[in-house]
């Protein structure tokens, strides 16, 4: 038992191999970790997009980074196994209270319906738009079938403190709108799975990358609608090369096994990383 109380998380989903900018987060979660707890969480849920090989790349590479972690999908812990495709039954409870709390609705609009009717193709992400919303429904006995969606609090600000950039605000309706938490092919979606699990497994400072900013705010509604307390968060910067480009769209080039094929060395990833922080 550590004398520490907090308790971080590194939470890679395997549909692919880990990368720099992973590496870079991964390390700034575990440093702002040390002395507490790390935990591992293979964020395995969507049948179509991970594989096996993949999860245990991740380990090998993890490893390899010379990161540890006290409780995870090869400790086992008090939690069972941090493995989101062995707690589909967490979050089937959090939809159960989420939909008798009256927060979300069934929805039949695609990712793509949204997409055509967003107005502003400039937003970060398009915006459900209201007069698509439906009534709650708690008379559905499972998620099955539909997306349900989230109902926001119309424009809300949605104000954090980051333990990185500072203060964060984003307002409901403007930059996100009704958001998914269960899928129609009847996947649990990021938001819920990723609240469900920092709640039980106690985590007290979430570290992700910038690009999860807006899913922060979402996740707060959650985090209110569940009636727990957020943890702290932390949003490392995104890699970007020479030309600002996102490092993620080169992954190929950059990951984290090429990279050790080609003889580089830890230290010499984290360099690396370092130089490419925005
Ligand atoms: N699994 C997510 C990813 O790999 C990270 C989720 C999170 O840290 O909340 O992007």
């Known amino acids: 038992m550590s ?3 907090s308790r971080g998380r590194i939470a ?3 549909t692919g191999y880990l990368h720099l900018g992973h590496a870079a987060t991964f390390w700034t979660a575990a440093e702002r970790a040390s002395g507490g707890t790390l ?8 049948p179509q997009r991970c594989r096996p090989e993949f999860s245990a790349a991740a380990i090998e590479d993890l490893r390899w980074l010379d990161l540890a972690w006290e409780e995870g999908p090869d400790e086992g812990g008090p939690f069972g196994p941090y493995q989101q495709s062995a707690r589909r039954e967490f979050y089937f409870e959090a939809w159960k209270r989420l939909r008798d709390g009256g927060f979300i609705y069934p929805c039949l609009r695609s990712r793509k319906d949204v997409a055509t009717a967003a107005q502003a193709p400039h937003e970060e992400e398009p915006v459900f738009p209201v007069a698509w919303r439906t009534e709650t429904a708690i008379d559905h006995a499972t998620p099955e079938g539909r997306n349900w969606r989230f109902r926001v609090p119309d424009h809300e600000e949605i104000l954090f403190e980051d333990g990185l950039l500072g203060p964060v605000r984003r307002t409901a309706l403007q930059d996100f709108g009704d958001f998914v938490v269960w899928n129609r ?8 799975a990723v609240v469900v699990d920092d709640i039980a497994m106690a985590i007290t ?3 992700r990358g910038a690009d999860l900013l807006t899913s922060t705010a979402r996740q707060i509604l959650l985090y209110r609608a569940l009636q727990a307390a957020p943890p702290l968060f932390a949003h490392c910067p995104l890699l970007r090369d020479e030309h ?5 769209k080169r992954e190929k080039s950059l990951n ?3 990279l050790r094929e080609r003889g580089w060395t830890p230290e010499q990833v984290r ?4 130089r490419l922080k925005t």
Not at 39 to 46: I, K, T
């Open 256 to 258: 984290l096994r090429a």
């Open 3 to 5: 004398s520490n109380p």
């Open 39 to 46: 935990v591992l969480r293979m964020e395995d849920l969507d």
């Open 244 to 248: 600002g480009r996102r490092l993620a």
């Open 271 to 274: 360099v690396e990383a370092q």
């Open 185 to 192: 092919d009847n996947v649990p979606a990021y938001e819920l």
């Open 205 to 207: 400072e979430v570290v």
């Open 12 to 14: 890679p989903t395997p």
